[in-house]
T-cell receptor
Framework: KAGVTQTPRYLIKTRGQQVTLSCSPI?????VSWYQQTPGQGLQFLFE???????NKGNFPGRFSGRQFSNSRSEMNVSTLELGDSALYLC???????????FGPGTRLTVT | GENVEQHPSTLSVQEGDSAVIKCTYS??????FPWYKQELGKRPQLIID?????GEKKDQRIAVTLNKTAKHFSLHITETQPEDSAVYFC??????????FGTGTSLTVIP
């Protein structure tokens, strides 16, 4: 099976802009989670989607949002970008009923 | 919410020696504890996991132990090799796919 894919892999945006990141899970996986990885904070949970519904949400401001489509592909959006949003954004998918998460390669977002 | 602490933040060992990384968690409802290995510039890869109904699990040179009473779990790597050099993350979950990660341990295996 193909692994989790994320697009784009690299992105440079200006403060105040918005950005949309995309994640395609492993075929058959219906759960998609998003994480922000920074050197100082490590991996922090953003939110999880399952069957097009947000099932869990981490402690991030409302500027961070997401959605999931009927084919399980997921997008996350960050509005009004701040310098501190520069990070590696990872998505992970999991099969139904199991805990194991498989990560994508990430999108490296740089905000200038 | 859950809080996961991980120690040490950096670890250097000689090739062939053992490495131990320790994590503690705060939420007694956590029932799934995976360990991920992340090489530079690559995605985190699941290397081993343990559920709360098991005290120890082993996979070749890697083992994980869990002490539910003390709320801590550990990763043990024996006969370390240079390719074991990476950042290792522990995590805890109370269910679903919301993981709380430790801050990572940078392991260097010196040939």
């Amino acid at each position: 099976k193909a692994g989790v894919t994320q697009t784009p892999r690299y992105l440079i945006k200006t403060r105040g802009q918005q950005v949309t990141l995309s994640c395609s899970p492993i075929s058959g996986h219906r759960s998609v989670s998003w994480y922000q990885q920074t050197p100082g904070q490590g991996l922090q949970f953003l939110f999880e989607y399952f069957s097009e519904t947000q099932r869990n949400k981490g402690n991030f401001p409302g500027r961070f949002s997401g959605r999931q489509f009927s084919n399980s592909r997921s997008e996350m959006n960050v509005s009004t970008l701040e310098l501190g949003d520069s990070a590696l954004y990872l998505c992970a998918s999991a099969p139904l009923g199991l805990y194991e998460q498989y990560f994508g390669p990430g999108t490296r977002l740089t905000v200038t | 919410g859950e809080n996961v602490e991980q120690h040490p933040s950096t670890l250097s060992v000689q090739e062939g020696d053992s490495a131990v990384i320790k994590c503690t968690y705060s939420d007694s409802a956590s029932n799934y504890f995976p360990w991920y290995k992340q090489e530079l510039g690559k995605r985190p890869q699941l290397i081993i996991d343990i559920r709360s109904n098991v005290g120890e699990k082993k996979d070749q040179r890697i083992a994980v132990t869990l002490n539910k009473t003390a709320k801590h779990f550990s990763l043990h790597i024996t006969e370390t090799q240079p390719e074991d050099s990476a950042v290792y993350f522990c995590a805890a979950s109370t269910g679903g796919n919301q993981f709380y990660f430790g801050t990572g341990t940078s392991l260097t295996v010196i040939p």
